[in-house]
């Protein structure tokens, strides 16, 4: 829930509801059923709401739907709460659409925006261009949406194991700490989706990445959901480059189970980025970011790599920062190494972190960046768009 609402009002403008219509120039992933809902390059035109809501190709439902759909918005079908509103659990007909008693049907996930003015009507409208238009199987699929009176509502297909953050950092016996290998899948399932956003024309730089918008389904496929603060790019401070630092700092969330900002952690450790990167940047130290809960379940070879990947994607300097495609080669080569952990894997751990003579091709060549910089926070979620250092 990081994004405070102030923030993702201010950022989004007419130009950022991105108003375009876009082709997809390339595959971001090796999946064939990435699309868009026309076939053809359609010249960058500023689109009115009506043209947008009608080109989404979007079931249009009624509030009534949508209510008899959630049973009447029930607390109890509540899926989660972000700035935009709550989510409800509710049942559809596959194939009419129509509401339909629960347990018979789809589920879908129904996001109701809080009804304190029209505040979230452009980040509602932006939701609906973007992912009205762009279809990838790392992106959370939009069925449809409400607009009636003051009520704006869109409809998702429902993820069941819902988002990344509430597997890495809520505790109890219902979140069983992510496995290492589900981690390294996630990872490159929401590599997959950004680099599919930076692939169409003209780009999609995301600005939201963060493990509560990365949503999972059943086999923990990662989507990404929330398009209220993507925009077109490249412009003049906005690169795709800002989404893979974001991507860095999730990335670190998920190897060392810690959230980006905690303020209930010894003082130095507040801010995961400052507190990890001297230990990323040496391949004998990178070991200590690493979640203690999941020790055992990778071979310091490929915690050096992941641990190198993260600090590449963090580097203050974009330009050094890799792009989303060369990101996604990495974490799958990551996952095609078949080594797997051996039980004195463990032992060095504890002793003194990856054996570095055991595994000289640890890291990856380029780390250009200098060791210890880090980025300032100014945001409860740092994000790139939140410091003049992410251009
Ligand atoms: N399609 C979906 N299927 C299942 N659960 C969902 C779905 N969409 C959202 N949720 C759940 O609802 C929660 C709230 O989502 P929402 O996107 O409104 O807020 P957020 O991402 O947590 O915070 P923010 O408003 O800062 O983006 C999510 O964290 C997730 O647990
Ligand atoms: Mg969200």
């Not at 988002?163 to 496995?179: A, I, K, W």
């Not at 169409?200 to 963060?210: A, G, N, S």
């Amino acid at each position: 829930m990081g994004a405070c609402w102030s923030s993702r009002i201010k950022a989004v403008s007419p130009s950022s509801t991105g108003f375009t219509s876009r082709s997809v120039s390339r595959d971001g992933s090796d999946s064939c059923s990435n699309s868009r809902n026309s076939s053809s390059s359609i010249p960058i035109t500023p689109r009115s709401e009506g043209e947008i809501l009608q080109s989404a190709n979007l079931k249009s439902f009624s509030y009534n739907e949508l209510r008899t759909a959630t049973k009447n918005f029930r607390p109890d079908s509540i899926l989660g709460e972000g700035g935009f509103g709550s989510v409800f659990k509710g049942w559809i007909d596959e194939h009419s659409l129509v509401p339909t008693k629960p347990g018979t049907g789809i589920v879908v996930a129904v996001k109701r925006l809080n009804q304190d003015g029209f505040q979230g009507h452009k980040e509602w409208l932006a939701e609906i261009n973007y992912l009205g238009q762009l279809h990838h199987p790392n992106l959370v699929k939009l069925i449809g949406y409400c607009l009636e009176d003051e009520h704006r509502l869109l409809a998702y297909e429902f993820m069941s194991k819902g988002s990344v953050e509430n597997h890495l950092f809520r505790r109890g016996s219902h979140f069983q700490p992510l496995s290492w290998n589900l981690r390294m899948k996630i990872a490159l399932g929401a590599a997959r989706g950004l680099a599919f956003l930076h692939s169409t024309e003209p780009k999609v730089i995301y600005r939201d990445f963060k493990t509560s918008n990365i949503l999972l389904d059943t086999n923990y496929n990662a989507k990404l959901s929330d398009f209220g603060l993507a925009r077109d790019g490249p412009t003049g401070h906005l690169t795709p480059k800002s989404d893979v630092y974001s991507f860095g700092v999730v990335l670190l969330e998920m190897l060392s189970g810690r959230r980006a900002i905690d303020k209930n952690r010894p003082t130095g450790e507040h801010n995961l980025v400052e507190w990890a990167k001297p230990y990323l940047s040496n391949k004998r130290r990178s070991f200590r970011v690493m979640d203690t809960r999941i020790e055992g379940q990778f071979t310091p070879n490929r915690a050096q790599r992941a641990a190198a990947l993260a600090y590449q994607c963090l580097a203050v300097e974009p330009k050094f920062r890799p792009n989303m495609d060369e990101v996604v080669r990495a974490l799958e080569q990551l996952q095609d190494s078949k080594e797997t952990p051996k039980s004195a894997d463990k032992k060095e751990h504890r002793r003194q972190g990856p054996g570095l003579s055991h595994h000289p091709k640890g890291f990856p060549a380029s780390l250009k960046d200098s060791a210890g910089d880090a980025a300032p926070v100014k945001t409860a979620y740092p994000r790139p768009s939140a410091s003049p250092l992410f251009a």
